[in-house]
């Protein structure tokens, strides 16, 4: 009965590892062939040759990419915009998700219900942009990242991860002396470095592949996120657009070739900073989700 019971459990296994690597496989597919397309040659590319190694390896399509500067530019903007994006996210969301996952705050239900309206409300997009228009904020980041300086939902993780503390660490630091603030900086905040992680991680991807709000409220072409500019090239490429007067340099470039180390070129910095909070992803998750 035991060896029955033992087959049984390794066939289990063995089915759920075989579809969870077709999934893998599945997934990682894509992004290879992106990869491979990017460094191979406009013959093997027009004639599909193509799979999932470079055939008739060359650099020139990164080299035209980076020549060109706009990619750069754009790529520079994205991080600034990135950077100071999430920065602004995390102070306030732990500003705002420590008050209230006090039961001692007064009014504490009505903010909650308040913040918790505008997670299932909104004005629309065009109060939205009539007010930061009357703000004088349009064509300047300002105008995309003070109306997403909280997100509700990860606001409500961080606050459920507080109230999963123990109060005794509070307790004994306010009777040794200690104010709110030397609290949250000195003592909540370095225990919450898991779910600090994992939001941290949220928000930098978010920013990271904002497009809709720079497109409506950014106009200056200097300006425009790495989303924005990748969509241009992808739509607008043309072999016309290619021709730079040179050749060789004509024969091994090809539209398809650009759009592929565009998407390359874009998602290769997130892809290096996920691994290092990969590991507090989880966690963090699910520290700040165990009390409602």
Same mark, same amino acid.
């Given at each position: 009965?035991?060896?029955?019971?033992f087959?049984?459990?390794s066939l289990? /296994?063995?089915? #759920?590892?075989?579809?969870l690597?077709?999934?893998?496989?599945a997934?990682?597919?894509p992004?290879?062939?992106?990869?491979?397309?990017?460094?191979?040659?406009s013959?093997?590319?027009?004639?599909?040759?193509v799979?999932?190694?470079?055939?008739?390896? #060359?650099t *020139?399509?990164?080299?035209?990419?980076?020549?060109?500067?706009q990619?750069?530019?754009?790529m520079k903007?994205t991080?600034?915009?990135?950077?100071?994006?999430?920065?602004?996210?995390?102070?306030f969301?732990?500003?705002?998700? /420590?008050?209230l996952?006090?039961?001692?705050?007064?009014?504490?239900?009505?903010?909650?219900?308040?913040?918790?309206?505008?997670?299932?409300?909104?004005?629309?997009?065009?109060?939205?942009?009539?007010l930061?228009?009357?703000l004088g904020?349009?064509?300047?980041?300002?105008?995309?990242?003070l109306?997403?300086?909280?997100?509700?939902?990860?606001?409500?993780?961080m606050?459920?991860?507080?109230?999963?503390?123990?109060? *005794?660490? *509070?307790?004994?630091?306010?009777?040794?002396?200690?104010?709110?603030?030397v609290?949250?900086?000195?003592?909540?905040?370095?225990l919450?470095?898991?779910v600090?992680?994992?939001?941290?991680?949220?928000?930098?991807?978010?920013?990271?592949?904002?497009y809709?709000?720079?497109l409506i /409220?950014?106009?200056?072409?200097?300006?425009?996120?790495?989303?924005?500019?990748?969509?241009?090239?992808?739509?607008?490429?043309?072999?016309?657009?290619?021709?730079?007067?040179?050749?060789?340099? *004509?024969?091994?470039?090809?539209?398809e070739?650009?759009?592929?180390?565009s998407?390359?070129?874009?998602?290769?910095?997130?892809?290096c900073?996920y691994?290092?909070?990969?590991?507090?992803?989880?966690?963090g998750?699910?520290?700040?989700?165990?009390?409602?």
């Amino acid at each position: 009965m035991r060896t029955k019971g033992f087959s049984k459990t390794s066939l289990f /296994y063995w089915l #759920n590892n075989t579809v969870l690597a077709l999934f893998a496989a599945a997934t990682v597919f894509p992004f290879l062939n992106i990869i491979a397309t990017s460094f191979s040659g406009s013959r093997a590319i027009s004639a599909g040759e193509v799979f999932l190694w470079p055939v008739d390896f #060359n650099t *020139e399509t990164y080299r035209n990419l980076i020549d060109d500067g706009q990619l750069i530019v754009a790529m520079k903007n994205t991080v600034l915009i990135t950077i100071v994006g999430t920065l602004l996210n995390m102070v306030f969301t732990v500003l705002a998700a /420590y008050p209230l996952s006090k039961p001692r705050l007064k009014g504490r239900s009505v903010l909650l219900q308040g913040v918790l309206f505008t997670m299932l409300f909104g004005g629309g997009m065009i109060p939205h942009f009539l007010l930061i228009n009357s703000l004088g904020l349009v064509n300047t980041y300002w105008a995309i990242w003070l109306p997403a300086l909280v997100s509700v939902y990860n606001m409500f993780v961080m606050k459920s991860f507080f109230e999963g503390l123990p109060a *005794e660490v *509070e307790e004994s630091a306010a009777m040794d002396g200690a104010n709110e603030w030397v609290v949250l900086f000195r003592i909540i905040l370095p225990l919450s470095m898991p779910v600090i992680a994992a939001l941290t991680l949220f928000y930098a991807v978010g920013w990271w592949n904002s497009y809709m709000n720079v497109l409506i /409220y950014i106009r200056s072409t200097d300006k425009m996120s790495l989303m924005v500019k990748l969509y241009q090239m992808i739509d607008l490429v043309s072999p016309e657009m290619l021709r730079s007067g040179e050749g060789v340099t *004509e024969r091994m470039i090809t539209p398809e070739g650009v759009r592929a180390a565009s998407i390359v070129f874009s998602i290769m910095p997130i892809l290096c900073v996920y691994p290092l909070l990969q590991k507090h992803f989880v966690k963090g998750v699910l520290l700040g989700s165990v009390k409602g």
